[in-house]
């Protein structure tokens, strides 16, 4: 259910946000499923008006204007710049990440994979990374559709020079992570249905600032998170660069959504914030549930829910499931979303144990960090 279509004076339930009474109800998490997986093509109705300005004063909002100029000197070549040469042996790699990070860290005696072999073992792993890889070219692309939207629909001059140039850049990693998945790993997954979901919210909302909200600040928020935890957990040379190369862009990327929105959310109302508090939480929770890889056990023939609830044990599962929120949930205390009405969206932070990240410093401050350094750019 979307928020863009039912708004009451009442606070919704849980329920009516995101279908179900209890966020951790895994039953109901896996009942959510992708009905048009083998489409080629799917349509979401754009409710939003094209918003032509014909004021052209460049700089008025300096903070973005200092993103557009770093941003066209900031570009670099999907094709050229990364070492396309690199051989991938999956199964290698599979088995060296593992390595390299513990390993199988849980206790399968009396569960249906205690009789697993090692080639079933390493089959997951391989499954694994190319369902991962595959959500990440599905968000790459929504997010491409709606960074195209913001220029059509921002009112700001230095907003849409700024956002023109992520449109590229969103191309380009499209580009980068298609030609990964299909020359170096082996095989494709169709969007899960939580992300598709979510998508398409962004997509159909017809205000401008849902559009940065969704995309600029929780699925790119939550897409550098991830970025940089698996950045350090692989030991594959061809994905640690690409993924450096993309976290460069992506926290520029999100810095643009919180000084945007920094602004114009001051002049809001307490009802119109409430309104971005929900849509954030509702965010929050869809991309929280995408990250189970139900499609992975799937196609493993084993069920789905026993082997969620082994994997979601592990430590090393709980800790990057945690750690997706670490942008996010301080760039939502920067846009003061955290504490007006009442604490509200504070709450559901806490309810799904992720407001540890609160005081981590926010990607408007921060977003030059990642910037690339001369020891990551190719030189050959």
Not at 294 to 311: F, H, N, S, T, Y
Request: aromatic share 10%; hydrophobic share 40%.
């Amino acid at each position: 259910m979307s928020i863009a279509d039912e708004r009451t004076d009442l606070p919704p339930t849980t329920e009516q946000m995101i279908g179900r009474a209890d966020v951790n109800d895994l039953e109901a998490i896996l009942a959510v499923t992708n009905t048009d997986r083998d489409a080629v093509i799917s349509t979401v109705v754009d409710n939003s008006d094209a918003i032509f300005t014909w004021d052209y004063e460049k700089g008025a909002r300096p903070s973005l204007e200092k993103l557009y100029e770093k941003a066209k000197h900031s570009m670099w070549d999907g094709e050229k710049d990364l070492p396309w040469d690199t051989e991938v042996d999956q199964e290698q790699v599979v088995l060296a990440n593992a390595d390299m990070n513990g390993g199988m860290e849980f206790d399968v005696s009396g569960t249906p994979f205690e009789k697993w072999s090692d080639a079933e073992w390493l089959q997951v792993g391989i499954e694994s990374q190319n369902w991962t890889l595959s959500q990440f070219l599905h968000g790459e692309q929504g997010a491409l559709i709606c960074t195209a939207k913001i220029v059509e629909t921002v009112p700001w001059i230095d907003a849409k020079y700024y956002a023109s140039t992520q449109v590229m850049d969103e191309a380009r990693h499209v580009e980068v992570f298609a030609k990964y998945l299909d020359t170096k790993l082996s095989g494709h997954y169709p969007v899960n249905a939580h992300l598709k979901m979510l998508l398409d919210d962004i997509v159909g909302d017809s205000r401008w600032d849902m559009t940065y909200l969704g995309m600029q600040i929780m699925v790119e928020g939550l897409a550098l998170a991830a970025f940089g935890f698996i950045h350090q957990l692989t030991t594959e040379p061809l994905l640690k660069q690409l993924l450096r190369y993309v976290m460069s862009d992506e926290a520029r990327h999100v810095a643009f959504g919180v000084l945007s929105l920094q602004e114009y959310y001051e002049g809001l109302s307490d009802a119109e914030i409430f309104e971005r508090q929900q849509f954030a939480f509702e965010a929050a929770v869809r991309m929280r549930d995408r990250f189970l890889q139900q499609e992975v056990w799937e196609r493993m023939g084993v069920p789905v829910k026993d082997a969620i609830e082994l994997v979601m044990r592990t430590p090393t599962r709980q800790m990057f499931q945690m750690m997706l929120f670490s942008k996010i949930v301080p760039n939502c205390k920067k846009l003061g979303l955290l504490d007006r009405n009442d604490k509200w969206l504070r709450h559901r932070f806490e309810e799904i144990g992720v407001i540890q990240f609160e005081d981590w410093a926010d990607t408007s401050s921060e977003f030059e960090n990642f910037a690339l350094l001369e020891n990551d750019v190719r030189t050959a």
